[in-house]
C-alpha cells in the first residue's frame, strides 16, 4: 500500500506538471493567434522566412519625402496620369487630348512633360484631328525663348515638341497640310544586355531641329536617356549617382535637378521601348546623352552633335 501511495503521489504530481505546461503553451498560442503570429514559426525563423519572401515588402516614404503629383513628377504610371487626365476632361467637358495638351503647357519643365507627350500622342485619331489646328499653331510658335537651351527659360520648345510628336501620330492622310514642311529626324538605338552601352551612341543633327529618339531596351535593366549642356557629364553622373542615397532620387527617377538638363526620356523598363521627341538645340556643340541610374553613367554614354 506504501508503494501504491507514493506512486499515486508521483502521477499525480506529473499530471499537474503536465497539465500547467499544457496551460502555458495554450497561453502561448492563444497570445500568437491575437498577434497573428503563426505558432509553428518562432521569431527567428519568422524573420528568416520574411528575408526570402517572394513578396516584397511595403514601401515606407520618408517623413521628409515631397507628396507625388501625378500630372508632375517622375516615376508615375502611365496608366494613374491617364486617369487623372480623364477626371480633368470630364470636370471640364473636353477630351483626354485637349485636357493633357493643357497639362503639358502648365508643367512647365516639369520630370513628366515626356511621358505626358506620350499620352497626348496616344489619343484617337478623331480627338487629334479635332485639336489639330490648335496643335498646328503652338508647334508653328516662333517665340524668342523656343530655341534656348535651359528648361527653366523654355518651356516653349516642350510644347513645341509635343504638338508635332502627336501630330505625326496621325497617318500621313490625315496630318494637317503644314505638318509636310516639318521633317523629324527620327533616330534610334539600342541598349546593349549586360554591356551599359547603347548602339549606335552618337547621333548629328541641325540646329533647331525636330528630333525623335526611339531607344529599345532588350537588357534586364532599367534605363533613362538624358540629353545635357555640353561638358556636363560629369557633373550630371555624379550628382546622380549621389541621388541613389535617398529617396528624392527614385521618385524623380535619377535625375538630377539642374537647368543643365536638357531633355528627359524617363526610365526605361527592360524589354520596352523609350521614345523622346524634341528640339535640338540652335546653339551648336557636342551635347552628351547619359544614362542617370546611379551607377550607369560612366559606361552608358553618348554624343548628340549639333551642327
Known amino acids: 500500500m506504501g508503494c501504491s501511495s507514493q506512486l499515486a503521489d508521483v502521477t499525480q504530481k506529473r499530471c499537474l506538471r503536465y497539465c500547467g505546461s499544457m496551460k502555458l503553451i495554450y497561453r502561448t498560442w492563444s497570445v500568437c493567434a491575437l498577434l497573428g503570429v503563426p505558432q509553428h514559426v518562432s521569431a527567428q525563423n519568422a524573420s528568416h522566412a520574411a528575408h526570402h519572401s517572394q513578396t516584397p515588402p511595403t514601401a515606407v516614404t520618408a517623413p521628409d519625402a515631397p507628396a507625388i503629383n501625378s500630372l508632375r513628377d517622375a516615376g508615375v504610371a502611365q496608366n494613374i496620369r491617364t486617369a487623372a487626365l480623364t477626371a480633368i476632361a470630364k470636370s471640364a467637358s473636353t477630351t483626354v487630348a ?176 523609350g521614345v523622346l521627341w524634341f528640339i535640338a538645340p540652335t546653339k551648336t556643340g557636342t551635347y552628351p546623352l547619359i544614362c542617370t541610374y546611379p551607377g550607369h553613367w560612366r559606361m552608358m554614354n553618348g554624343k548628340l552633335k549639333v551642327q
Open 98 to 273: 485637349a485636357a493633357t495638351l493643357a497639362e503639358i503647357e502648365a508643367c512647365d519643365a516639369c520630370l513628366a512633360r515626356n511621358d505626358l507627350a506620350t499620352i497626348l500622342a496616344a489619343q484617337p485619331a478623331a480627338d487629334l484631328k479635332a485639336l489639330a489646328p490648335t496643335l498646328v499653331s503652338k508647334a508653328s510658335d516662333s517665340t524668342p525663348d523656343a530655341g534656348k537651351d535651359a528648361p527653366s527659360q523654355s518651356p516653349n520648345r516642350f510644347v513645341k515638341a509635343a504638338c508635332i510628336r502627336a501630330i505625326f501620330s496621325l497617318s500621313e492622310s490625315e496630318r494637317p497640310a503644314a505638318a509636310a514642311a516639318w521633317k523629324p529626324i527620327m533616330l534610334k538605338t539600342t541598349t546593349v544586355p549586360g554591356k551599359m552601352a547603347w548602339d549606335p551612341k552618337e547621333f548629328t543633327v541641325a540646329p533647331g531641329a525636330i528630333v525623335a529618339i526611339e531607344m529599345i531596351n532588350p537588357d534586364s535593366m532599367l534605363h533613362n536617356m538624358l540629353l545635357c549642356s555640353p561638358g556636363s557629364l560629369s557633373e550630371m553622373g555624379v550628382a546622380a549617382d549621389r541621388m541613389s542615397e535617398g529617396v528624392i532620387g527614385k521618385q524623380r527617377d535619377y535625375v538630377p535637378d539642374s537647368s543643365k538638363v536638357l531633355e528627359i526620356m524617363g526610365l526605361t523598363a527592360p524589354n520596352t521601348t
